[in-house]
């Protein structure tokens, strides 16, 4: 089997935190690259849903990203997370 390499650019902050959790699994980056493609080959398509989101969830993530999101308690969420999964 002939192998091919591929390059790509990435910031700081997401491959460091990607590859906190490749080792934390026992993998290197090139392992995980290698994963996801395999992935892709077979399910024949992204191995996750990749949607575009809507009005209100961008408004949420700009908010967010202005630090300007509500604090939630564990206690909040926890009740939160009960709501949905019932």
Known sequence: MTTEQISVRIDHATKA???GVFNVLGLS?????????RQVALQRGLPF???IPNPETL???KELDAGKGKKTSLKE???L????EK
């Open 59 to 61: 408004a949420a993530i």
């Open 17 to 19: 935190a990607a590859e």
């Open 29 to 37: 980056a090139t392992d995980a690259i290698r994963m996801f493609y």
């Open 49 to 51: 849903a990749a949607k």
């Open 81 to 84: 997370l009960e709501t949905i």
């Open 77 to 79: 969420f926890k009740a």
